[in-house]
């Protein structure tokens, strides 16, 4: 099983709304990613979890918040998001000390903030 | 930094034709370079992974080649069909020096395709 699955499909929440957004796979993966991706452009990291742990936070507004509560699940939740927050959420996960680092990817949650 | 360029950035063809997709970056400490398939609106397709001590790798129509010296790499699509048409995208993935148990993707911009019937 190779796949990363992602809820919800579509969101759309105001401004100040609090909602999350999950992340699962069953690949044993140990490292799990959140990107943004806005139209036209290519997907951005925001979070990277090692083990569990918060290894890379690309200088992300507080207003996203990650957590990884297990090794098969990662959430971002989300709190007093902007208009310009609107975009496509991207999960994905890889092995770790592995060579490729090969990321496998969710088909993501489009977010619209109003 | 790690800059990754794809060109061309939109390729229009008409069903059958062979083409190539073209991908540079500026850093060849690199562990791999991922080619991803997107729908519009969807997630990444994983197409092919090489890594930095291979030349190429192929998966049905579809050949990769990286020529991490001179920090290039091209994919191939023989006999190109309408269902290919996405947008490509490149994506490099950095040694870390501290030996990081992740990897971290820099994208390029993408190449749109378009393959007309």
């Known amino acids: 099983d190779t796949e990363v699955t992602q809820t919800p499909k579509h969101l759309v929440m105001g401004m100040t709304n609090k909602k999350s957004l999950k992340c699962e796979q069953h690949?044993?993966?140990?490292?799990m990613y959140w990107y943004k991706q806005k139209a036209k452009k290519p997907p951005e990291l925001m979070f990277v979890y090692s083990y569990e742990k918060l290894s890379i936070n690309e200088s992300v507004p507080s207003r996203f918040s990650p957590e990884c509560p297990n090794s098969s699940l990662l959430n971002l939740h989300l709190h007093a998001l902007q208009p310009e927050d609107s975009a496509l959420y991207l999960c994905?996960?890889?092995?770790?000390?592995?060579?490729?680092?090969?990321?496998?990817f969710g088909p993501g949650t489009r977010l619209t903030v109003t | 930094k790690q800059e990754v360029t794809q060109i061309p950035a939109a390729l229009s063809v008409p069903e059958g034709e062979n083409l190539v997709l073209n991908c540079s970056f500026t850093?060849?400490?690199?562990?791999?370079l991922q080619w991803f398939r997107q729908d519009p609106g969807k997630g990444l397709t994983s197409l092919l992974l090489i890594q930095s001590s291979q030349r190429e790798q192929t998966s049905g129509r579809l050949n990769a080649s990286l020529d991490k010296s001179s920090g290039r790499s091209t994919l191939y699509i023989a006999a190109s069909q309408p269902g290919d048409s996405a947008t490509y995208l490149c994506?490099?993935?950095?040694?870390?020096?501290?030996?990081?148990?992740?990897?971290?993707?820099?994208f390029g911009q993408g190449t749109i395709l378009t393959v007309h019937p």
């Open positions: 850093d060849s400490a690199i562990y791999n």
């Open positions: 994506a490099v993935t950095l040694i870390n020096a501290g030996g990081t148990s992740y990897g971290k993707l820099t």
């Open positions: 994905a996960s890889s092995q770790v000390r592995d060579v490729s680092y090969e990321q496998y």
């Open positions: 690949m044993g993966h140990r490292a």
